[in-house]
């Protein structure tokens, strides 16, 4: 079965990172990564049990249901996905999202993320965001999530490993500052990847709601999902019937979650894979909107977020 212990897992990503190395372009680039990042990590001092501190509950009444696996398919075939992003009507940057079988655990789904910004935002605010998770494909249950936030000139690393038999959820954080640790209670955990598939493989009913314990890098999001309305939009794939939804964040770490965090507003297709197609923000600092603008059995190569006007997409999987 899938590693529990950290060093395990360490020793895990050391073999998957040999194995991927003798296929496609993209899984070498993905092979050199792992297995820098997990033998830095056997470098790090061990972690010692006693230095966690006592896992954050959920206050009493913040409920969040358990859920299992909807009659929706989850994006279908679509196993890769590029976001363009603005600000204020402006190019700012994008990311990408992509599907893929573990390559040594069957029944494990591997998802990753890039999230960056343009050359024109990275003369004041320069981001290179990484994310994956492991989670199991029958239930949509986390295993692991691992995350490199690069944004100027600070480099942070996370690691998040979820224990369902234990209720309990555990995050480290590496920087140049040292370690933190966190760990939290909770009885129906997702990750971005796992939450987010789970969400929209739901019925999506207009005037239903769907509550998500959602942990990344240090934090916990409870976030609830109101389906507001269909609508009709234009996107650059063309013309989608879709379904409007209002995320909030109800609780954030360790307190309830400020008003601002209501401000966001997400379109799904009303079809059957509820492709998320757009997503708007309103900020402090002005409008943000994430619009879809391919998607495909391939995967968008990495050289390419160089230049989001430009995408390729190869099939090596």
């Avoid at 966690?52 to 679509?78: E, I, M, N, Q």
Wanted: one cysteine or more.
């Amino acid at each position: 079965g899938p590693p529990r212990s950290i060093e395990d897992r360490l020793s895990f990503d050391l073999l998957q990172a040999h194995n991927l190395a003798s296929t496609g372009f993209l899984h070498r680039i993905a092979a050199g990564a792992a297995f820098f990042f997990a033998a830095f990590l056997f470098a790090a001092a061990p972690i010692v049990p006693s230095a966690w501190p006592p896992p954050l509950p959920l206050p009493s009444g913040v409920l969040v249901p358990r859920y299992a696996p909807g009659p929706h398919t989850g994006l279908g075939d679509t196993r890769a996905m590029t976001f363009r992003i603005s600000w204020l009507g402006l190019p700012a940057g994008g990311a990408t999202f992509e599907l893929h079988h573990h390559a040594l655990v069957p029944g494990l789904i591997v998802g990753e993320a890039h999230l960056y910004t343009n050359g024109l935002i990275d003369t004041f605010y320069t981001m290179r965001n990484y994310l994956r998770e492991d989670f199991t494909r029958a239930s949509l249950s986390p295993l692991d999530i691992y995350i490199v936030q690069r944004e100027n000139r600070r480099h942070d690393e996370f690691t998040v490993a979820f224990d369902r038999a234990d209720r309990l959820v555990t995050s480290v954080k590496r920087s140049r500052k040292g370690v933190e640790r966190y760990r939290f209670r909770s009885d129906n955990p997702s990750g971005p990847f796992s939450g987010a598939l789970m969400a929209l493989s739901q019925p999506l009913e207009i005037g239903k709601s769907y509550t998500f314990d959602i942990f990344t890098a240090i934090n916990r999001y409870v976030i609830r999902f109101d389906v507001r309305r269909r609508d009709h939009i234009q996107t650059p794939l063309g013309d989608f019937d879709a379904i409007l939804i209002a995320p909030y964040v109800v609780y954030w770490r360790d307190r309830w979650a400020p008003n601002t965090a209501r401000n966001v507003m997400l379109w799904v297709s009303a079809d059957n894979r509820h492709l998320p197609l757009r997503l708007e923000s309103a900020t402090v600092f002005g409008s943000l909107r994430a619009d879809l603008v391919a998607l495909g059995p391939g995967a968008v190569e990495w050289s390419a977020l160089a230049s989001p006007g430009t995408l390729k997409v190869c099939h090596n999987r």
